[in-house]
């Protein structure tokens, strides 16, 4: 089933979000849902917080046939803490499912180990760099209550905040479905 994906603007995208356990009811319809919810949206990865949930869940499928190391990765983290970030600082577009049509260049280091859970509550703590290590640490953001936004220089924020506005109002167009935190306040 498809989630409505909410908006930049809702607090619950601000909030930290917490640990769940393995009798989390009904984790392996949302896990679907989620992955579902990412597809129809064009996105390589989503947040639980981003479908109304403040837990520490995020999926990400960046597999690229074409792509060395990358040929087959769909994944799932739980409960994920980053242990540290290394390398050097590199920039890359982000773009967010939360914040349509925004997109920035946004430096992050290019090494993250992490730790997490996954579907199957198997235990890992791995290294990843580059793409993988970027998506990542933008969905573990969210689990945080950090969104890429949250990184630009006051002067970038303030040049798209008319924008951001606009997404938290609804009025925008986007072709999935999302839930807008002002929409309804303001009517
Ligand atoms: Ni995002």
């Known amino acids: 089933m498809k989630l409505p994906i909410?908006?930049?603007?809702?607090?619950?995208?601000k909030k930290k979000a917490v640990d769940i356990s393995s009798d989390y009811p009904d984790?392996?319809?949302?896990?679907?849902?989620?992955f579902e919810t990412m597809y129809n949206a064009n996105g390589v990865g989503l947040a639980a917080p981003q479908v109304g949930r403040s837990i520490r869940l995020f999926v990400i499928d960046i597999s690229d046939k074409e792509e060395p190391g990358l040929e087959s990765f769909k994944k799932v983290f739980i409960n994920a803490q980053v242990l540290g970030e290394d390398g050097t600082l590199w920039d890359f577009n982000e773009g967010c499912l939360s914040i349509p049509d925004v997109r920035e260049d946004i430096k992050r280091l290019d090494t993250v180990r992490i730790s997490y859970y996954d579907e199957n509550w198997k235990h890992y703590e791995e290294t990843y760099t580059g793409i993988a290590a970027r998506?990542?640490?933008?969905?573990?953001?969210?689990?945080e209550g950090k969104l890429f936004t949250d990184k630009l220089s006051p002067l970038r924020r303030a040049m798209i905040k008319s924008r951001l506005d606009a997404i938290?109002?609804?009025?925008?167009?986007v072709n999935y479905k999302?839930?807008?935190?002002?929409a309804s306040r303001k009517r």
């Open 178 to 182: 999302m839930k807008f935190p002002a």
């Open 135 to 143: 998506v990542i640490q933008h969905e573990y953001d969210h689990t």
């Open 168 to 173: 938290s109002r609804g009025a925008i167009k």
């Open 27 to 34: 984790l392996s319809n949302l896990i679907a849902d989620m």
């Open 6 to 13: 909410v908006a930049y603007g809702d607090p619950i995208l």
